[in-house]
């Protein structure tokens, strides 16, 4: 079950404060559908940049965690299905790296929610560095496989 597989980014969000990632087109991976889901985690990265920075509560704080564990989780699946819908041959490297990354998160994600409110800075830096580089390396490399078996730059389903 992949939770509920919806982007609430900053665009149903007031309050407008320094980002942590600003989208530049240097991350697009030319597929409209997966650049979509990848501005979402950013959003949601700077949603939770901004509860953090402005030290809302703690359950406000833990919904935005929530949000973004279970994007993540749905955004991977997404990309996993598609390698292998398009016999992708490097899908088990890829697919280790997003296992790595979500164990991680949720790790730090549990130390959260047991108190340990100083998680949330290092998660941050933690998802801005893993994004900006899994997506312009490792994605690209997939992005690059699927556009080569026909998937054209337009394609956007939004089934998330
Ligand atoms: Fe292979 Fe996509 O995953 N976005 N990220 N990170």
Known sequence: ??????????????????????????????????DEQHKCLV???????????????????ADVFDELVRYTRVHFSVE????RLFAYEGYEQHKTIHDKIVVRVELLHAQFKAGDQSVGME????????????????????AGHLTAHGVKQKWLRKFW
């Open 123 to 142: 998660l941050l830096y933690f998802l801005k560095d893993w994004l900006m580089d899994h997506i312009q390396r490792v994605d690209k490399s997939f």
């Open 1 to 34: 079950m992949l939770g509920s597989p919806r982007c609430h980014g900053l665009t149903e969000w007031g309050g407008v404060m320094a980002v942590m990632i600003a989208w530049s087109d240097e991350f697009s991976v030319d597929i409209q559908e997966i």
């Open 43 to 61: 959003s949601l990265i700077n949603k939770l940049y901004e509860a953090l920075a402005r030290k809302d509560n703690q359950d406000t704080i």
């Open 80 to 83: 996993e299905c598609l390698m």
